[in-house]
């Protein structure tokens, strides 16, 4: 059904436009730009809906707290994407995923600590005008991660 929004989309947004370098600009990809993440819990094969997550900006061991949100029904967070447009800047990030509290909040009873309590996921931002997804796919025992599209 998402498919059959993008024309109408397109179309309250308007035609793309022509860049200085000759290129068309598209405002729909303009406003999805950002950083956006996704979890799936890979024991029950769905979403990882309301598993806690943070966002920080790093500078070598230092951290701050740019964001705190608990995923959606979707494993998402429910404002969209984590960092909007202007507000994802070169740098690097870290997110963490509270694994071990989802898990049990689901039934799995986990040791204590758990084997992965909680996953942090630290990486670049080069291109800030880029969008960058970074999903996760997470059981009690093991994860993946990958820059997604």
Same mark, same amino acid.
């Given at each position: 059904?998402?498919?059959?929004?993008?024309?109408?989309?397109?179309?309250?947004?308007?035609?793309?436009?022509?860049?200085?370098?000759?290129?068309?600009?598209?405002?729909?990809?303009?406003?999805?730009?950002?950083?956006?993440?996704?979890?799936?819990?890979?024991?029950? $094969?769905?979403?990882?809906? @309301?598993?806690?997550? #943070?966002?920080? =900006?790093?500078?070598?061991? %230092?951290? +701050? !707290? *740019?964001?705190?949100?608990?995923?959606?029904?979707? $494993?998402?967070?429910?404002? @969209?994407?984590?960092? #909007?447009?202007? =507000?994802?800047?070169?740098? %690097?990030? +870290? !997110? *963490?995923?509270?694994?071990?509290?989802?898990?049990?909040?689901?039934?799995?009873?986990?040791?204590?600590? #758990?084997?992965?309590?909680?996953?942090?996921?630290?990486?670049?931002?080069?291109?800030?005008?880029?969008?960058?997804?970074?999903?996760?796919?997470?059981?009690?025992?093991?994860?993946?991660?990958?820059?997604?599209?």
């Amino acid at each position: 059904m998402d498919h059959m929004r993008w024309p109408i989309i397109r179309r309250r947004l308007g035609p793309a436009q022509a860049t200085d370098c000759g290129r068309r600009r598209d405002p729909l990809k303009e406003r999805l730009m950002g950083l956006s993440t996704h979890a799936l819990d890979t024991v029950h $094969g769905c979403p990882a809906a @309301g598993m806690e997550v #943070a966002l920080y =900006a790093t500078d070598g061991e %230092s951290a +701050r !707290l *740019v964001k705190a949100f608990r995923l959606n029904q979707d $494993g998402r967070d429910p404002e @969209g994407l984590v960092l #909007a447009g202007e =507000a994802l800047v070169r740098g %690097s990030y +870290r !997110l *963490v995923f509270d694994v071990a509290d989802y898990f049990r909040s689901k039934g799995l009873v986990l040791e204590r600590p #758990a084997f992965l309590e909680r996953v942090r996921l630290d990486f670049g931002v080069a291109q800030p005008q880029a969008h960058w997804h970074v999903p996760l796919l997470v059981s009690p025992w093991s994860y993946t991660t990958y820059r997604g599209s």
